[in-house]
């Protein structure tokens, strides 16, 4: 046998050995590389399911608000006319209650806002006339007006315009308060009408 022959045995034989040693290690990082992005991948889709729960539980704790609110009025009814005004009031004062609280489980900014606004103009009334409009009227107008907005929400519209009456109610918000401001200084009261928010 050749010496030379056996050279190149063995040199084929260690780049064989060398080939596959290097195809293992290649196959290794190949496995690692897709274990890293399977985990990376679980992990997405686990952060992806959780984010769906969450939208899936406030979008259900948004209905029970909206569902809360047009309930409250059916609870507490308010008559235009003969209802004396202590009823009147305690209506409007367990209404606004519920309002107070559900506005902060909706999540569509411009209906959060009407309902707070609502609430506000509501709480108003609680304690007397707002503008020239009475309790009752606040009442009956803030009723009508959140009927429309919630039907409108639910219908997935636009929010329309307010209502008659209860848009001038809200072009007068400025001028409200401070007939509200003065009527709580008269009363040698220090604290101030908070603006209207959305929490």
Do not use: H
């Amino acid at each position: 046998m050749e010496w030379g022959t056996v050279i190149a045995v063995l040199i084929g034989g260690l780049i064989g050995l060398s080939g596959d040693a290097i195809g293992r290690m290649g196959a290794r990082r190949q496995a690692k590389i897709a274990r890293r992005e399977n985990l990376e991948d679980a992990e997405i889709a686990r952060r992806q399911a959780i984010e769906d729960e969450g939208r899936k539980e406030k979008g259900g704790r948004e209905m029970r608000a909206v569902e809360n609110i047009l309930s409250v009025y059916l609870e507490n009814p308010i008559g235009l006319v003969n209802q004396p005004r202590e009823e009147t009031v305690l209506s409007i004062t367990k209404i606004y209650t519920v309002f107070g609280f559900e506005q902060s489980f909706i999540l569509n900014g411009e209906l959060r806002q009407r309902v707070a606004e609502i609430c506000y103009f509501l709480d108003l009334a609680s304690v007397g006339d707002v503008g020239e409009y009475s309790p009752a009227e606040v009442g009956f107008l803030a009723r009508s007006e959140t009927r429309m907005l919630l039907g409108a929400w639910a219908r997935g519209e636009d929010f329309p315009d307010s209502i008659e009456g209860w848009g001038e109610i809200r072009r007068s918000r400025a001028e409200i308060e401070v007939r509200w401001q003065q009527k709580l200084r008269d009363a040698g009261l220090r604290v101030a009408i908070p603006p209207l928010s959305v929490y």
